[in-house]
């Protein structure tokens, strides 16, 4: 029988801190607050130079690096995310590019806050259906880019950053034992982003209105983009919703609650995970959480903090782990994962991966070139759009480890009035 391990484990959080005092200035809010009603104390946001795909790409390397495997062998990426650069081509695409992941399928994958949760259970099956040996499963959020910073009830709750987890296939029992993802769409309207493209032609928009019956799609949206939330409606929700998903997890993993060794919920809110865990009877020095360094990233939330877990020596091997999530969709999911022996970092592998990221890089440029002078010689129009670049996630570590300051929160694709909106005013 094959297993799903994970070996290795990586995150890129970017270098801006935003504090809950910082916050304070540009909305109605103070830490007291914060701290009390989601346990958050400070979150981190992109700079100019950091994307999905940056940091996407940066913390898969640090998990490459961990597992002590050369991006080659890599046979799947999948990036949980809602916050992508392009709608397409797809974040895992513009990975797969900047690694040099030559034997690689790639995608996105798009279930709000349970993406990792999802994606996990996707590339274990392909590694227990041997149609891949390794996988790289990453959750990548700029939240900051789609909050609307004048509303105080949803821009405190998140943060940006990445996680990343490489599976391995093996016959040695162990790794993702079980896994249960679940939706309801039905509750789409309690936590939404309303995507850009609804600027379409009048006939589509007109075909949608008619079609639409009181989902997310049916109101007139005061601005796209943004999200918007029913903080208490998710609230109840979800506390309900993470205490089932664990006990159906565990079920299927033949566990007890008691033997549970770690319990890695996602990172919402204190209240949530410790109304989760006390219905459990998980004690709370076996929950796992870090959201008062970095708020709610979204699909990133569980690998920043299996990632942490990990290297604080809070996952042991054989460790029995629950990893749980839930969100926007609606949508949760759960993972039973028995922790694997940790690997011995091996600096060939480590340089060889910074060597082919080098090499991917004039391969990928060299390989548009190519393109263009095909598309001459067989006399073809010239384009006119510059094809999106992969990330090179060295530039965004360059940049944040220089200190250089990054411009503050949302300055792209900002279509609400500057003043209000803009948290330059830091
Ligand atoms: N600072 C100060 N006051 C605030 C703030 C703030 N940042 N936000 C809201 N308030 C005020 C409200 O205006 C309200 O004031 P009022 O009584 O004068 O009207 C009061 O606080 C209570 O507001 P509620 O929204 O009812 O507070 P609640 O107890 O529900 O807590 C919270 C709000 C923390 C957002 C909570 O509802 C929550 O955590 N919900 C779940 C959110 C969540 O997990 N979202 C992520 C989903 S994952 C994904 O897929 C993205």
Redesign the pocket.
């Known amino acids: 029988m094959r297993y799903a391990h994970i070996t290795g484990w990586g995150k890129f959080i970017p270098e801006r801190v935003m504090t809950n005092d910082d916050m304070a200035k540009l909305?109605?809010?103070?830490d007291g607050?914060?701290r009390k009603?989601?346990g958050i104390g400070q979150r981190h946001l992109v700079g100019p130079k950091d994307s999905c795909a940056t940091m996407a790409t940066a913390a898969a390397l640090e998990a490459l690096d961990v597992a002590n495997i050369s991006a080659a062998q890599i046979g799947m990426i999948i990036v949980a995310t809602s916050t992508p650069d392009y709608a397409f081509p797809s974040t895992a695409c513009l990975v797969q590019d900047a690694l040099g992941a030559d034997n690689a399928g790639a995608f996105d994958l798009s279930a709000?806050?349970s993406g990792f949760i999802y994606a996990l259970g996707m590339a274990a099956d392909a590694i227990k259906a041997k149609s891949v040996d390794y996988a790289l499963v990453i959750g990548s959020e700029v939240m900051s880019r789609v909050l609307d910073w004048t509303d105080?009830?949803t821009c405190?709750?998140f943060g940006d950053g990445a996680g990343a987890v490489v599976l391995q296939g093996s016959d040695q029992p162990g790794g993702v034992l079980s896994t249960v993802l679940r939706a309801d769409g039905s509750g789409g309207d309690m936590?939404y982003v309303r995507s850009n493209y609804n600027s379409m032609p009048e006939t589509v928009q007109a075909a949608e209105v008619v079609q639409s019956n009181g989902g997310p799609g049916s109101e007139a949206p005061s601005c796209n983009g943004y999200?918007k939330?029913n903080?208490?409606e998710?609230?109840r929700f979800?506390t309900r919703i993470l205490e089932h998903a664990t006990r159906d997890v565990m079920y299927r993993a033949g566990w007890q609650a008691d033997e549970i060794d770690v319990f890695v919920p996602?990172q919402?809110?204190i209240?949530?995970i410790d109304s989760a865990a006390h219905a459990l009877g998980i004690p709370t020095e076996k929950v796992f959480s870090n959201i008062e360094h970095y708020g709610?990233t979204?699909a990133a939330s569980i690998p920043i903090a299996i990632c942490e877990a990990a290297s604080l020596g809070r996952l042991r091997p054989n460790d029995k782990v629950v990893m749980v999530g839930?969100?926007?969709g609606l949508t949760w999911g759960a993972a039973a994962v028995e922790w694997g022996t940790p690997r011995i970092l091996n600096r060939t592998n480590r340089t060889l991966n910074r060597v082919r990221l080098g090499a991917a890089g004039m391969r990928s440029r060299a390989r548009r070139a190519w393109r263009r002078m095909e598309d001459r010689l067989a006399g073809a129009d010239d384009t006119t759009h510059s094809p999106p670049k992969a990330p090179h996630p060295s530039h965004s570590h360059e940049k944040s480890n220089n200190g250089h300051s990054t411009d503050p929160v949302p300055t792209e694709k900002v279509p609400l009035k500057a003043e209000e909106r803009d948290a330059s005013k830091l």
């Open positions: 909305v109605n809010t103070s607050w914060i009603m989601t709000a806050c105080r009830n405190v709750l936590l999200l939330m903080g208490r998710v609230f979800a996602h919402a809110n209240r949530i709610n979204s839930f969100g926007a």
